[in-house]
């Protein structure tokens, strides 16, 4: 394991913190873009080497006799004064978590790099909210205590509003209040959820190591679980976007600025999903067992065939990346459905192949944007003779986004696929069925933006002036995007075998008692 003079994680969490407070303070515009890309850059990095020296990690816990449930590396305990609570800021990863730290820091450093050359007014303000964002987001994977979780969440959650409220396009003041509304709810149910899960279990704490191993000892009784999981289902469901409890969504990532649409819909959504594979499927498996039914119902019928249809109305190009975002998280909640190893490890796979690709979408949506002056793909045509990089970066994220090999969506619903087909046939054939969706509507889109003859509108809107490709200031961040997805794609052991083994210890376990 390579040794830090400092911990990786908590520098992860306050060096975006630290940069938003010194821009706050009144840093000329200058210094602060460059201290920005410190703040976003950083945790990318960190993110990475945790990711690199992981096993290495696991390997020095394991020789040190050190350690809890699940496999954590990199762990640090900090005392916020409050450990009579059973409340501390308890750092770690595990095979679930690191993936979705490393995503998050990659997906940060994308969403800051566009910022930053966005030339949006009030840019300092506009960078500090994105890094205090960035700094709940790295919060909210590396944390073991469930208190902190959830704060992280709620850190992260604040600046959300506030950059759709200020900085949205069209019906943004309805857009932020709809979030708040939405989500805020969401995250009461949760909290409700999780405070039972503390008062119940006895153990006094709200480490999830600490907790897991107190109730494999001592499990809650049938009726606290079905009571406790069903509130973390609709909490954590109404964040993710699960049908019906979803039309926040595509309206607020059509209003809110690229940049949070890519750190929000990429990274925050994931915190839902996240919850219940890492806390309540190991915690309260015989209450997973009463709800996957209505769950998979809702998901399959709602999310995927619903949702499908209405992303392939869309004339809109960000209101249809909304609505294909909210579909796609379907195949998620039905993979959690399984109550499988394969089901949940395919889940995390793919909530970081969505993470990445639809962080991809948003940037590329908006800078067809600001070259066609509208959203309106009706209004479009024949962008790929004036901007045939950008056209290639496009035709390169929907085909991630439909699944296709080489790409690391292809793995995770890949999985999701073969733990469905051992759950219900039915459903595995709906989603299939959602697999022709994408590639309709996300076909259809890149006919209608970037060939075919030019609209009269978009002819008259520009007439024959020249349009510029992606410059070098939109291409960086779109590789690193797409780079990740193409890593992970041919290489997905990277992140299937520490799933697996920290799923193996947690979640296999636990549902095998239902």
Request: charged share 10%; aromatic share 12%.
């Amino acid at each position: 394991m390579s040794e830090l003079p400092f911990d990786p994680l908590l520098l992860a969490i306050l060096s975006p913190l630290a940069v938003a407070l010194v821009i706050a303070l009144g840093l000329p515009q200058r210094a602060s873009v460059a201290l920005a890309c410190v703040g976003f850059g950083l945790p990318a990095l960190l993110g990475l080497h945790t990711w690199y020296h992981f096993p290495s990690g696991l390997g020095a816990v394991a020789a040190s006799g050190v350690g809890g449930a699940g496999g954590y590396a990199f762990q640090s305990f900090y005392d916020t004064g409050l450990s009579r609570f059973g409340i501390m800021l308890s750092l770690g990863l595990n095979g679930i978590s690191m993936p979705l730290f490393a995503m998050a820091g990659v997906v940060g450093l994308a969403a800051g790099l566009y910022a930053i050359q966005s030339g949006a007014e009030r840019l300092k303000t506009y960078l500090a909210l994105l890094l205090v964002m960035q700094a709940g987001l790295m919060g909210v994977f590396a944390s073991v205590d469930v208190f902190f979780f959830y704060f992280f969440h709620e850190l992260a959650l604040i600046p959300t509003f506030i950059m759709v409220g200020i900085w949205g396009g069209r019906d943004r003041h309805y857009a932020a209040m709809k979030l708040t509304i939405y989500l805020t709810l969401g995250a009461m149910l949760s909290l409700v959820g999780l405070i039972a899960i503390y008062v119940k279990s006895g153990a006094q704490t709200f480490d999830l190591i600490a907790l897991r191993n107190a109730l494999a000892l001592q499990p809650l009784g049938e009726s606290v679980q079905s009571y406790a999981f069903g509130l973390l289902m609709f909490g954590f469901g109404i964040l993710v976007s699960l049908w019906p409890l979803h039309t926040w969504a595509p309206l607020g990532y059509g209003a809110a600025p690229s940049s949070a649409a890519m750190l929000h819909a990429g990274v925050l959504k994931k915190f839902g999903l996240y919850g219940l594979i890492q806390i309540a499927l190991p915690l309260l498996p015989l209450g997973a067992a009463k709800w996957v039914g209505l769950l998979a119902l809702l998901a399959a019928v709602g999310n995927v065939l619903v949702i499908g249809f209405v992303t392939m109305a869309q004339r809109d190009l960000k209101q249809m990346i909304g609505y294909s975002s909210v579909m796609h998280m379907g195949y998620a909640f039905l993979g959690i459905a399984c109550l499988s190893t394969v089901g949940a490890g395919g889940v995390v796979l793919l909530m970081v192949a969505h993470g990445l690709s639809v962080a991809l979408m948003f940037l590329l949506a908006t800078s067809v944007h600001q070259r066609t002056q509208t959203f309106d793909m009706a209004e479009m045509g024949g962008l790929a003779q004036r901007a045939p990089v950008l056209a290639a970066f496009f035709v390169a994220a929907t085909m991630a986004g439909i699944g296709l090999p080489g790409f690391a969506n292809f793995w995770g619903e890949l999985s999701i696929f073969v733990a469905l087909w051992s759950f219900s046939k039915l459903f595995t054939v709906i989603a299939v069925a959602g697999i022709i969706i994408s590639a309709i509507y996300g076909l259809r889109a890149v006919a209608r933006v970037f060939f075919g003859s030019p609209s009269a509108q978009f002819t008259a809107r520009v007439g024959g002036q020249p349009l510029a490709d992606l410059g070098w200031a939109e291409r960086l961040p779109a590789l690193l995007l797409l780079g990740a997805l193409l890593a992970v794609g041919f290489w997905p052991k990277s992140i299937s075998e520490p799933v697996n083994d920290a799923l193996q210890s947690t979640v296999s376990v636990a549902v095998s008692e239902s």
